[in-house]
């Protein structure tokens, strides 16, 4: 039997990657099995490759998703 275990965890992140085209700035999973596109343009910002997200905008920064920031 042959499979991936995916685990949540200190390896797993998300990203704050902003969109080369409109500027549009989006949280996107560093793991990721599908395309993911700009929501509100359309382009390309995330593609995978061997089961990470290669990110095709400019990354901002990491979101800690343990500390939430508002406002
Ligand atoms: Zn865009």
């Given at each position: 039997m042959t499979g991936v275990i995916i685990m949540t965890g200190p390896r797993s992140k998300f990203l704050k990657v902003k969109c080369g085209d409109c500027g549009n700035i989006q949280t996107i999973f560093d793991r990721t099995n599908i395309r993911i596109s700009c929501?509100?343009?359309?382009?390309?910002m995330a593609t995978p490759k061997g089961g990470k997200a290669e990110i095709k905008g400019e990354v901002l920064g990491r979101v800690d998703t343990d500390l939430e920031q508002g406002g």
């Open positions: 929501t509100v343009c359309g382009a390309t």
